[in-house]
T-cell receptor, first 114, second 115 residues
Framework: AQTVTQSQPEMSVQEAETVTLSCTYD???????LFWYKQPPSRQMILVIR??????QNATENRFSVNFQKAAKSFSLKISDSQLGDTAMYFC???????????FGKGNQVVVIP | GAVVSQHPSWVICKSGTSVKIECRSL??????MFWYRQFPKQSLMLMAT?????????EQGVEKDKFLINHASLTLSTLTVTSAHPEDSSFYIC???????????FGPGTRLTVT
């Protein structure tokens, strides 16, 4: 079974600054998906960004970008120009081709300080 | 992405009773839905995969007779917690698998409190 590791339990960042969250995973597969989800205080899980393992180009979605290092099995999330609405728990998730279950990391709490 | 609703958003029930939670895919026909459980400040724990028209696939350690899942249509899956006990109190979240891109879209969750 795949494991996803997030090791920074809580991080604070000043509004407008940048914060980076780390995620590593363990798999023997070559093709897979990686995701970052956020869970704000409302507890609604929201998809932030998605990366397919076969793509070398790092995914970006507005202020959110990833640094995908396939050989190192690393998938970090960078939040630029942090906003108060970015305050949330962020979960890294791994998905296999042909197996629709997602493996989630334990999450990183991000608090944006005004 | 898909729009997913859950009902109720919060329910309190007495120990020994059963409670049903509905998960609806509002704009997408979902062959597969998932049910998760989340304890405070913890990650999501997959309970089962719900497949339309067939039996759910439960994760190891999840009692299928206690957590009954019915996926009767492409837009509705239900989770029934039978003979609820205080230790079943938790946040239950459903999700919909959309297309072949591996993405899941989540409902807003249901907070269950068993007294």
């Amino acid at each position: 079974a795949q494991t996803v590791t997030q090791s920074q339990p809580e991080m604070s960042v000043q509004e407008a600054e940048t914060v980076t969250l780390s995620c590593t995973y363990d798999t023997s597969e070559n093709n897979y998906y990686l995701f970052w989800y956020k869970q704000p205080p409302s507890r609604q899980m929201i998809l932030v960004i998605r990366q397919e393992a076969y793509k070398q180009q790092n995914a970006t979605e507005n202020r959110f970008s990833v640094n995908f290092q396939k050989a190192a099995k690393s998938f970090s999330l960078k939040i630029s120009d942090s906003q108060l609405g970015d305050t949330a728990m962020y979960f890294c998730a791994f998905g296999s081709y042909g197996n629709n279950r997602l493996a989630f990391g334990k999450g990183n709490q991000v608090v944006v300080i005004p | 992405g898909a729009v997913v609703s859950q009902h109720p958003s919060w329910v309190i029930c007495k120990s020994g009773t059963s409670v049903k939670i509905e998960c609806r895919s509002l704009d997408f026909q979902a062959t597969t839905m998932f049910w998760y459980r989340q304890f405070p400040k913890q990650s999501l724990m997959l309970m089962a995969t719900s497949n339309e028209g067939s039996k759910a696939t439960y994760e190891q350690g999840v009692e299928k007779d206690k957590f009954l899942i019915n996926h009767a249509s492409l837009t509705l899956s239900t989770l029934t917690v039978t003979s609820a006990h205080p230790e079943d109190s938790s946040f239950y979240i459903c999700s919909v698998e959309m297309g072949t891109r591996g993405e899941q879209y989540f409902g807003p969750g249901t907070r269950l409190t068993v007294t």
